[in-house]
Protein backbone atom coordinates (compact mmCIF):
# COMPACT_ATOMS: atom_id res chain seq x y z
CA UNK A 1 0.00 0.00 0.00
CA UNK A 2 1.61 3.31 -1.15
CA UNK A 3 0.24 6.19 1.34
CA UNK A 4 0.45 9.97 0.03
CA UNK A 5 -1.46 12.92 1.65
CA UNK A 6 -2.20 16.72 0.06
CA UNK A 7 -3.09 19.03 2.22
CA UNK A 8 -2.58 22.93 3.46
CA UNK A 9 0.56 24.04 4.80
CA UNK A 10 -1.62 25.07 7.94
CA UNK A 11 -2.68 21.35 8.25
CA UNK A 12 0.40 19.47 7.82
CA UNK A 13 1.16 17.09 11.01
CA UNK A 14 3.91 17.12 12.43
CA UNK A 15 4.43 13.72 11.90
CA UNK A 16 3.62 11.69 8.87
CA UNK A 17 2.33 8.11 8.95
CA UNK A 18 4.91 5.24 8.20
CA UNK A 19 6.28 5.25 4.83
CA UNK A 20 3.57 8.21 3.76
CA UNK A 21 4.88 10.95 1.50
CA UNK A 22 2.87 14.09 1.97
CA UNK A 23 2.27 17.37 -0.45
CA UNK A 24 1.28 21.03 0.32
CA UNK A 25 -0.59 22.55 -2.16
CA UNK A 26 -0.02 26.13 -3.24
CA UNK A 27 2.61 26.98 -0.97
CA UNK A 28 6.07 25.15 0.33
CA UNK A 29 6.41 23.55 4.13
CA UNK A 30 9.84 24.19 3.22
CA UNK A 31 10.53 20.94 4.92
CA UNK A 32 12.58 17.64 3.93
CA UNK A 33 10.68 14.91 2.44
CA UNK A 34 7.27 17.10 1.88
CA UNK A 35 6.66 18.21 -1.96
CA UNK A 36 4.93 21.06 -3.15
CA UNK A 37 2.03 21.10 -5.80
CA UNK A 38 1.58 24.61 -7.98
CA UNK A 39 3.42 27.13 -5.35
CA UNK A 40 2.41 30.15 -5.98
CA UNK A 41 -0.97 29.15 -8.23
CA UNK A 42 -3.43 30.43 -5.98
CA UNK A 43 -2.49 33.71 -5.76
CA UNK A 44 -1.86 34.12 -9.37
CA UNK A 45 -5.13 33.10 -9.75
CA UNK A 46 -6.29 35.48 -7.30
CA UNK A 47 -4.56 38.66 -9.05
CA UNK A 48 -6.18 37.02 -12.54
CA UNK A 49 -9.06 37.55 -11.92
CA UNK A 50 -10.26 33.95 -10.82
CA UNK A 51 -13.00 33.69 -7.97
CA UNK A 52 -14.13 29.87 -8.70
CA UNK A 53 -17.24 28.15 -6.60
CA UNK A 54 -15.77 26.04 -3.82
CA UNK A 55 -16.81 22.97 -5.57
CA UNK A 56 -14.90 23.76 -8.22
CA UNK A 57 -11.88 24.55 -6.53
CA UNK A 58 -11.97 21.58 -4.65
CA UNK A 59 -11.88 19.37 -7.92
CA UNK A 60 -8.85 21.20 -8.97
CA UNK A 61 -7.34 20.38 -5.43
CA UNK A 62 -8.67 16.38 -6.22
CA UNK A 63 -7.44 16.48 -9.86
CA UNK A 64 -3.73 18.00 -8.51
CA UNK A 65 -3.33 15.48 -5.80
CA UNK A 66 -4.04 12.71 -7.27
CA UNK A 67 -1.46 13.84 -9.95
CA UNK A 68 1.20 13.82 -7.56
CA UNK A 69 0.38 10.54 -6.07
CA UNK A 70 0.51 9.16 -9.45
CA UNK A 71 4.13 10.78 -10.39
CA UNK A 72 5.47 10.08 -6.32
CA UNK A 73 3.98 5.80 -6.39
CA UNK A 74 6.76 3.77 -8.39
CA UNK A 75 4.98 1.17 -10.59
CA UNK A 76 8.03 -0.62 -10.31
CA UNK A 77 7.89 -1.56 -6.50
CA UNK A 78 4.32 -2.99 -6.84
CA UNK A 79 4.06 -6.65 -7.13
CA UNK A 80 3.29 -7.00 -10.27
CA UNK A 81 5.68 -4.11 -11.71
CA UNK A 82 2.63 -2.30 -13.09
CA UNK A 83 -0.47 -2.28 -10.70
CA UNK A 84 -0.16 -0.15 -7.59
CA UNK A 85 -2.54 -0.09 -4.52
CA UNK A 86 -2.16 3.74 -3.46
CA UNK A 87 -4.18 5.25 -0.45
CA UNK A 88 -4.48 9.22 -1.00
CA UNK A 89 -6.05 11.27 1.13
CA UNK A 90 -7.13 15.12 0.21
CA UNK A 91 -7.78 17.54 2.03
CA UNK A 92 -10.71 19.57 0.57
CA UNK A 93 -12.09 22.77 1.19
CA UNK A 94 -15.70 21.57 1.67
CA UNK A 95 -14.97 17.57 2.17
CA UNK A 96 -18.36 16.68 3.28
CA UNK A 97 -19.84 16.95 -0.21
CA UNK A 98 -17.60 15.03 -1.66
CA UNK A 99 -18.11 11.39 0.84
CA UNK A 100 -21.01 10.15 -1.09
CA UNK A 101 -18.70 9.80 -4.39
CA UNK A 102 -15.66 8.47 -2.73
CA UNK A 103 -16.55 5.11 -4.46
CA UNK A 104 -17.18 6.47 -7.12
CA UNK A 105 -14.18 8.48 -7.83
CA UNK A 106 -12.11 5.57 -7.21
CA UNK A 107 -13.58 3.25 -10.05
CA UNK A 108 -13.02 6.18 -11.96
CA UNK A 109 -9.47 6.56 -11.12
CA UNK A 110 -9.01 2.57 -11.48
CA UNK A 111 -10.27 3.38 -15.22
CA UNK A 112 -7.64 6.06 -15.77
CA UNK A 113 -4.31 4.80 -14.49
CA UNK A 114 -5.41 0.60 -13.65
CA UNK A 115 -4.50 0.86 -9.94
CA UNK A 116 -6.58 0.57 -6.85
CA UNK A 117 -7.51 4.02 -5.40
CA UNK A 118 -8.55 4.27 -1.96
CA UNK A 119 -9.43 8.03 -1.33
CA UNK A 120 -9.97 10.20 2.16
CA UNK A 121 -11.42 13.72 2.16
CA UNK A 122 -10.38 15.32 4.56
CA UNK A 123 -10.73 18.83 6.22
CA UNK A 124 -7.94 21.40 5.32
CA UNK A 125 -7.96 22.21 2.15
CA UNK A 126 -7.50 25.48 0.34
CA UNK A 127 -9.62 28.22 0.68
CA UNK A 128 -10.49 29.04 -3.39
CA UNK A 129 -8.69 32.05 -4.56
CA UNK A 130 -11.17 35.21 -4.15
CA UNK A 131 -10.03 37.35 -7.31
CA UNK A 132 -12.44 40.16 -8.91
CA UNK A 133 -14.66 38.63 -11.08
CA UNK A 134 -13.83 38.88 -14.80
CA UNK A 135 -16.03 36.74 -17.37
CA UNK A 136 -14.20 35.80 -20.46
CA UNK A 137 -15.95 37.10 -23.76
CA UNK A 138 -16.03 33.25 -25.03
CA UNK A 139 -19.08 30.72 -24.80
CA UNK A 140 -17.04 27.83 -24.73
CA UNK A 141 -13.68 25.96 -23.60
CA UNK A 142 -11.57 23.85 -25.77
CA UNK A 143 -8.24 21.84 -24.85
CA UNK A 144 -5.30 23.08 -26.96
CA UNK A 145 -1.87 20.61 -26.60
CA UNK A 146 -0.04 21.87 -30.04
CA UNK A 147 -1.48 18.47 -31.26
CA UNK A 148 -3.21 17.86 -34.86
CA UNK A 149 -6.66 17.11 -33.35
CA UNK A 150 -6.07 20.00 -30.60
CA UNK A 151 -5.47 22.21 -33.66
CA UNK A 152 -8.38 21.11 -36.12
CA UNK A 153 -10.67 21.10 -33.27
CA UNK A 154 -9.83 25.19 -32.56
CA UNK A 155 -10.09 25.46 -36.04
CA UNK A 156 -13.18 24.09 -36.37
CA UNK A 157 -14.78 25.93 -33.18
CA UNK A 158 -13.79 29.28 -34.74
CA UNK A 159 -14.65 28.81 -38.00
CA UNK A 160 -18.22 27.69 -37.79
CA UNK A 161 -18.89 30.91 -35.14
CA UNK A 162 -17.85 29.42 -31.78
CA UNK A 163 -16.23 31.88 -29.41
CA UNK A 164 -13.54 29.12 -27.58
CA UNK A 165 -10.57 29.60 -24.69
CA UNK A 166 -7.97 28.07 -25.53
CA UNK A 167 -6.86 26.01 -22.04
CA UNK A 168 -3.51 24.00 -22.49
CA UNK A 169 -1.05 21.95 -19.77
CA UNK A 170 2.14 23.64 -20.01
CA UNK A 171 4.86 21.03 -22.00
CA UNK A 172 8.55 22.18 -22.88
CA UNK A 173 8.45 20.82 -26.20
CA UNK A 174 4.98 22.40 -26.94
CA UNK A 175 4.67 25.68 -25.06
CA UNK A 176 5.55 28.36 -27.44
CA UNK A 177 2.93 25.85 -30.08
CA UNK A 178 0.13 26.68 -27.94
CA UNK A 179 0.46 29.93 -27.89
CA UNK A 180 1.45 30.46 -31.71
CA UNK A 181 -1.71 28.41 -32.44
CA UNK A 182 -3.81 29.93 -29.48
CA UNK A 183 -2.86 33.61 -31.52
CA UNK A 184 -3.52 31.93 -34.92
CA UNK A 185 -7.40 31.36 -33.72
CA UNK A 186 -7.97 34.83 -32.45
CA UNK A 187 -7.50 34.03 -28.61
CA UNK A 188 -3.91 34.67 -27.53
CA UNK A 189 -4.40 37.38 -25.05
CA UNK A 190 -7.12 35.30 -23.14
CA UNK A 191 -4.99 31.66 -23.47
CA UNK A 192 -4.32 30.29 -20.20
CA UNK A 193 -1.35 27.54 -19.98
CA UNK A 194 -0.82 25.88 -16.80
CA UNK A 195 1.65 23.54 -15.02
CA UNK A 196 0.42 21.37 -12.02
CA UNK A 197 3.78 22.76 -10.76
CA UNK A 198 4.88 19.13 -8.40
CA UNK A 199 8.13 18.79 -6.81
CA UNK A 200 9.13 16.52 -4.63
CA UNK A 201 12.67 14.51 -4.32
CA UNK A 202 12.69 11.39 -5.39
CA UNK A 203 12.12 9.21 -8.29
CA UNK A 204 9.51 9.80 -10.39
CA UNK A 205 6.89 7.67 -12.25
CA UNK A 206 7.03 8.06 -16.04
CA UNK A 207 3.77 6.33 -17.16
CA UNK A 208 2.13 9.30 -15.96
CA UNK A 209 -1.53 7.80 -16.48
CA UNK A 210 -3.44 10.26 -13.99
CA UNK A 211 -1.61 13.52 -15.73
CA UNK A 212 -4.65 14.38 -17.97
CA UNK A 213 -6.38 15.06 -14.45
CA UNK A 214 -4.80 18.13 -14.09
CA UNK A 215 -6.18 19.35 -18.29
CA UNK A 216 -9.19 18.49 -16.87
CA UNK A 217 -8.76 20.62 -13.97
CA UNK A 218 -7.74 23.65 -15.96
CA UNK A 219 -10.49 23.34 -18.30
CA UNK A 220 -12.92 23.22 -15.18
CA UNK A 221 -11.10 26.32 -13.32
CA UNK A 222 -11.08 28.15 -17.11
CA UNK A 223 -14.78 27.14 -17.25
CA UNK A 224 -15.52 29.16 -14.07
CA UNK A 225 -14.91 32.44 -16.34
CA UNK A 226 -17.48 31.14 -18.94
CA UNK A 227 -21.46 32.99 -18.76
CA UNK A 228 -24.12 30.42 -18.68
CA UNK A 229 -24.30 26.92 -17.24
CA UNK A 230 -22.93 24.27 -17.96
CA UNK A 231 -20.33 25.54 -19.69
CA UNK A 232 -18.94 23.66 -22.60
CA UNK A 233 -15.39 21.99 -22.83
CA UNK A 234 -13.74 20.45 -25.87
CA UNK A 235 -11.91 17.82 -25.95
CA UNK A 236 -10.92 17.17 -29.44
CA UNK A 237 -9.64 13.42 -29.88
CA UNK A 238 -10.24 11.72 -32.43
CA UNK A 239 -12.24 7.81 -31.99
CA UNK A 240 -9.29 5.85 -32.47
CA UNK A 241 -7.01 6.90 -30.05
CA UNK A 242 -10.15 7.52 -27.47
CA UNK A 243 -11.33 4.34 -27.91
CA UNK A 244 -7.62 2.65 -28.22
CA UNK A 245 -8.06 -0.76 -28.78
CA UNK A 246 -5.32 -2.67 -27.71
CA UNK A 247 -3.39 -3.77 -30.69
CA UNK A 248 -1.97 -6.53 -29.46
CA UNK A 249 -3.16 -8.75 -26.08
CA UNK A 250 -0.12 -7.70 -24.17
CA UNK A 251 -1.76 -3.94 -24.41
CA UNK A 252 -5.03 -4.66 -22.80
CA UNK A 253 -6.46 -2.07 -19.80
CA UNK A 254 -4.41 0.72 -18.82
CA UNK A 255 -1.29 -0.32 -20.81
CA UNK A 256 -3.19 1.35 -23.08
CA UNK A 257 -3.89 5.13 -22.23
CA UNK A 258 -7.20 5.96 -21.20
CA UNK A 259 -7.00 9.64 -21.18
CA UNK A 260 -10.49 10.22 -23.50
CA UNK A 261 -11.82 7.08 -23.33
CA UNK A 262 -15.61 7.82 -23.33
CA UNK A 263 -15.84 5.31 -20.30
CA UNK A 264 -13.67 7.83 -18.09
CA UNK A 265 -15.15 11.03 -19.37
CA UNK A 266 -19.06 9.13 -18.79
CA UNK A 267 -17.58 8.71 -15.14
CA UNK A 268 -15.61 11.89 -15.24
CA UNK A 269 -18.92 13.74 -16.02
CA UNK A 270 -21.09 11.86 -13.59
CA UNK A 271 -18.47 13.36 -11.01
CA UNK A 272 -18.83 16.93 -11.84
CA UNK A 273 -22.82 16.42 -12.41
CA UNK A 274 -22.80 14.81 -8.98
CA UNK A 275 -21.27 17.29 -7.28
CA UNK A 276 -23.02 19.88 -9.09
CA UNK A 277 -20.36 21.62 -11.09
CA UNK A 278 -21.55 23.12 -14.34
CA UNK A 279 -19.14 22.12 -16.87
CA UNK A 280 -20.33 19.57 -19.93
CA UNK A 281 -17.27 17.85 -21.32
CA UNK A 282 -18.18 17.05 -24.92
CA UNK A 283 -15.96 14.26 -27.28
CA UNK A 284 -16.78 15.93 -31.14
CA UNK A 285 -14.72 13.61 -32.83
CA UNK A 286 -15.22 10.34 -30.89
CA UNK A 287 -16.60 8.43 -34.40
CA UNK A 288 -14.38 10.44 -36.47
CA UNK A 289 -10.63 9.32 -37.38
CA UNK A 290 -7.78 11.23 -37.14
CA UNK A 291 -7.71 11.03 -41.32
CA UNK A 292 -11.59 11.94 -41.49
CA UNK A 293 -10.26 15.18 -39.11
CA UNK A 294 -8.06 16.37 -41.64
CA UNK A 295 -10.51 15.67 -44.68
CA UNK A 296 -13.23 17.37 -42.71
CA UNK A 297 -12.07 20.16 -41.40
CA UNK A 298 -13.92 23.64 -42.28
CA UNK A 299 -10.63 25.36 -42.78
CA UNK A 300 -8.34 23.41 -45.45
CA UNK A 301 -6.23 26.43 -46.34
CA UNK A 302 -5.18 27.04 -42.81
CA UNK A 303 -5.20 23.76 -41.79
CA UNK A 304 -2.43 22.72 -44.75
CA UNK A 305 -0.62 25.51 -43.82
CA UNK A 306 0.41 24.76 -40.21
CA UNK A 307 -0.94 20.72 -39.75
CA UNK A 308 2.63 19.61 -40.30
CA UNK A 309 3.79 22.14 -37.47
CA UNK A 310 1.90 20.21 -35.11
CA UNK A 311 3.17 17.69 -32.56
CA UNK A 312 2.33 13.67 -32.45
CA UNK A 313 4.75 11.98 -31.15
CA UNK A 314 5.05 9.57 -28.04
CA UNK A 315 8.50 9.79 -28.05
CA UNK A 316 9.19 13.80 -29.15
CA UNK A 317 11.54 14.62 -26.40
CA UNK A 318 13.40 11.06 -27.03
CA UNK A 319 14.62 12.35 -30.22
CA UNK A 320 14.88 16.05 -28.97
CA UNK A 321 11.80 17.53 -30.46
CA UNK A 322 11.47 15.41 -33.46
CA UNK A 323 8.87 13.14 -34.39
CA UNK A 324 10.15 9.57 -34.44
CA UNK A 325 7.86 8.16 -37.39
CA UNK A 326 7.96 4.81 -35.86
CA UNK A 327 5.04 4.91 -32.46
CA UNK A 328 1.48 4.34 -32.29
CA UNK A 329 0.33 8.35 -32.03
CA UNK A 330 3.16 8.85 -35.45
CA UNK A 331 1.38 6.46 -37.14
CA UNK A 332 -1.71 7.29 -36.99
CA UNK A 333 -0.96 10.62 -37.98
CA UNK A 334 1.39 9.27 -40.88
CA UNK A 335 -1.48 7.51 -41.73
CA UNK A 336 -4.29 10.40 -41.76
CA UNK A 337 -1.70 12.62 -43.31
CA UNK A 338 -1.67 10.11 -46.29
CA UNK A 339 -5.73 9.79 -46.08
CA UNK A 340 -5.92 13.46 -46.13
CA UNK A 341 -3.84 13.53 -49.52
CA UNK A 342 -0.40 12.04 -50.25
CA UNK A 343 2.59 14.27 -50.12
CA UNK A 344 0.85 16.93 -48.03
CA UNK A 345 3.36 15.78 -44.41
CA UNK A 346 6.12 17.65 -44.43
CA UNK A 347 6.92 16.53 -40.87
CA UNK A 348 10.35 15.70 -40.55
CA UNK A 349 10.76 11.79 -38.81
CA UNK A 350 13.72 10.31 -37.79
CA UNK A 351 12.35 7.24 -39.07
CA UNK A 352 11.00 8.25 -42.64
CA UNK A 353 10.00 4.54 -43.69
CA UNK A 354 8.36 1.91 -41.29
CA UNK A 355 10.49 -0.70 -43.11
CA UNK A 356 13.79 -1.25 -41.09
CA UNK A 357 13.20 1.30 -38.47
CA UNK A 358 15.08 1.02 -35.12
CA UNK A 359 13.58 -1.69 -32.91
CA UNK A 360 15.67 -0.46 -30.09
CA UNK A 361 13.72 2.96 -29.67
CA UNK A 362 10.91 1.81 -27.80
CA UNK A 363 7.95 -0.83 -27.77
CA UNK A 364 7.71 -2.43 -31.37
CA UNK A 365 4.61 -0.31 -32.22
CA UNK A 366 4.61 -0.88 -36.43
CA UNK A 367 4.64 -4.63 -35.73
CA UNK A 368 2.02 -4.54 -33.26
CA UNK A 369 0.02 -2.28 -35.83
CA UNK A 370 0.91 -5.27 -38.48
CA UNK A 371 -0.57 -7.81 -36.22
CA UNK A 372 -3.84 -6.15 -35.60
CA UNK A 373 -4.44 -5.79 -39.47
CA UNK A 374 -3.55 -9.33 -39.77
CA UNK A 375 -5.54 -10.28 -37.25
CA UNK A 376 -8.79 -8.35 -38.87
CA UNK A 377 -7.80 -10.13 -42.45
CA UNK A 378 -8.01 -13.51 -40.77
CA UNK A 379 -10.61 -13.48 -37.90
CA UNK A 380 -12.50 -9.91 -39.06
CA UNK A 381 -13.22 -7.26 -36.88
CA UNK A 382 -15.68 -8.50 -33.98
CA UNK A 383 -12.93 -11.05 -32.87
CA UNK A 384 -10.00 -8.76 -32.90
CA UNK A 385 -11.96 -6.37 -30.89
CA UNK A 386 -13.16 -8.65 -28.27
CA UNK A 387 -14.77 -6.73 -25.19
CA UNK A 388 -13.40 -3.64 -26.43
CA UNK A 389 -16.43 -2.02 -27.33
CA UNK A 390 -18.60 -3.54 -24.32
CA UNK A 391 -18.66 -0.01 -22.67
CA UNK A 392 -20.83 1.51 -25.82
CA UNK A 393 -24.45 1.11 -25.49
CA UNK A 394 -26.13 -0.04 -27.99
CA UNK A 395 -26.97 3.02 -29.67
CA UNK A 396 -23.50 3.80 -30.11
CA UNK A 397 -21.82 0.23 -30.45
CA UNK A 398 -21.96 0.77 -33.97
CA UNK A 399 -20.29 4.12 -34.70
CA UNK A 400 -17.15 2.92 -32.52
CA UNK A 401 -16.99 -0.25 -34.51
CA UNK A 402 -16.92 1.82 -37.58
CA UNK A 403 -14.37 4.47 -36.57
CA UNK A 404 -12.38 1.46 -35.09
CA UNK A 405 -12.40 -0.36 -38.39
CA UNK A 406 -11.94 3.16 -40.71
CA UNK A 407 -8.72 3.50 -38.31
CA UNK A 408 -7.04 0.53 -38.87
CA UNK A 409 -7.85 0.43 -42.18
CA UNK A 410 -5.96 3.80 -42.51
CA UNK A 411 -3.21 2.03 -40.86
CA UNK A 412 -3.45 -0.66 -43.32
CA UNK A 413 -2.62 2.09 -45.76
CA UNK A 414 0.44 3.10 -44.07
CA UNK A 415 1.88 -0.24 -43.70
CA UNK A 416 1.37 -0.91 -47.19
CA UNK A 417 2.83 2.63 -48.72
CA UNK A 418 6.15 1.80 -46.63
CA UNK A 419 5.82 -1.99 -47.39
CA UNK A 420 5.90 -3.52 -43.98
CA UNK A 421 2.49 -5.34 -45.52
Known sequence: ??????????????????????????????????????????????????????????????????????LCCPRSTSADGWTRTIELTVALHEPLLWESWKGHAE??????????????????????????????????????????????????????????????????????????????????????????????????????????LAFYAFAVLAASKIAGRPAQVFVP??????????????????????????????????????????????????????????RECADQVLLGAVASDSTSCGRFRTYNRKHCGRCLPCMIRRAAFLAWGPGRDTTRYEFPSLLGSDKSSGPDDPMAAALAVLSVRDHGLDRFLGATLAFASLSERSSYRQVLQSGLNELEALLQTDRLL
Open 107 to 212: KMLKILTGDYWTLHFVVGGVAPPNGRPQPLAHDCISLLSGGLDSLIGGIDLVTTGRRPAFVSQLAHEDSERQRRYATLLGSGTTHMQWSHGISFTGSREPSTRGRS
Open 1 to 70: MMKVLCTSVDHLPATLKDGERAFTLFRSAKRAGVGTIAQGWRGSLKRKGFAPSSVAWDFVQFCLSVCAAD
Open 237 to 294: ENGFICVNPPLVPGRVSSFSTRTTHPLFIEKLQELLDGLGVGVRLELPYRFKTKGQMM
